[in-house]
T-cell receptor, first 115, second 113 residues
Framework: DTGVSQNPRHKITKRGQNVTFRCDPI?????LYWYRQTLGQGPEFLTY????????KSRLLSDRFSAERPKGSFSTLEIQRTEQGDSAMYLC?????????????FGSGTRLTVV | AQSVAQPEDQVNVAEGNPLTVKCTYS??????LFWYVQYPNRGLQFLLK??????LVKGSYGFEAEFNKSQTSFHLKKPSALVSDSALYFC???????????FGSGTRLSIRP
């Protein structure tokens, strides 16, 4: 197991285009999280899954954003009609069940630039 | 509600000197506390965590953190700083009854030779 994998590493897109990112978590981890990080800030929570169920979404996640984890393994985060304000690093993390105080293992992130 | 504060945007230390990066938190239940480090254009790497037990927690790369319940603090420390410790450090907290970790705004640690 090579840890949490995110693709692509970098994405440059024109405003108004749709983009999709992929996250492959550690195989035995049943929880998967998406965070967004802008320059000089800490990661902000977007959403998380337990297996295939999306259990919580942040108010930051507008209706242009959608996330899926169809078989409880990999996850995708899609942004429709991208805006310049969407430019950020999108981080994925996975963990075992939250109740035991496990920390997260993060991927290297996908850096999105909207021009 | 849960929150975490890192009052210093930047900490500058000479190599070989001790370092401290400050963190305070607020939770309604019992806190789970974490420190992560981030190098340029990379994801976050786990350093250490406090769940329960001894207030002094030891982690990776010689770092340690002290949990202080009365002051609601979880400061990161290292006895002797290295230039390679220069990076962005994030404190994070999760209430034991909550499902997600909340991160602070980060502290940039700069170690000069």
């Amino acid at each position: 197991d090579t840890g949490v994998s995110q693709n692509p590493r970098h994405k440059i897109t024109k405003r108004g285009q749709n983009v999709t990112f992929r996250c492959d978590p550690i195989s035995e981890h049943n929880r998967l999280y998406w965070y967004r990080q802008t320059l000089g800030q800490g990661p902000e929570f977007l959403t998380y899954f337990q297996n295939e169920a999306q259990l919580e979404k942040s108010r930051l996640l507008s209706d242009r954003f959608s996330a899926e984890r169809p078989k409880g393994s990999f996850s995708t985060l899609e942004i429709q009609r991208t805006e310049q304000g969407d430019s950020a690093m999108y981080l994925c993390a996975s963990s075992l069940q939250a109740g035991d105080g496990y920390g997260y293992t993060f991927g290297s992130g996908t850096r999105l630039t909207v021009v | 509600a849960q929150s975490v504060a890192q009052p210093e945007d930047q900490v500058n230390v000479a190599e070989g000197n001790p370092l401290t990066v400050k963190c305070t938190y607020s939770v309604s239940g019992n806190p789970y506390l974490f420190w992560y480090v981030q190098y340029p254009n990379r994801g976050l790497q786990f350093l250490l965590k406090y769940i329960t037990g001894d207030n002094l927690v030891k982690g990776s790369y010689g770092f340690e953190a002290e949990f202080n319940k009365s002051q609601t603090s979880f400061h990161l420390k290292k006895p002797s700083a290295l230039v390679s410790d220069s990076a962005l450090y994030f404190c994070a907290v999760r209430d034991s009854s909550a499902s997600k970790i909340i991160f602070g705004s980060g502290t940039r640690l700069s170690i000069r030779p």
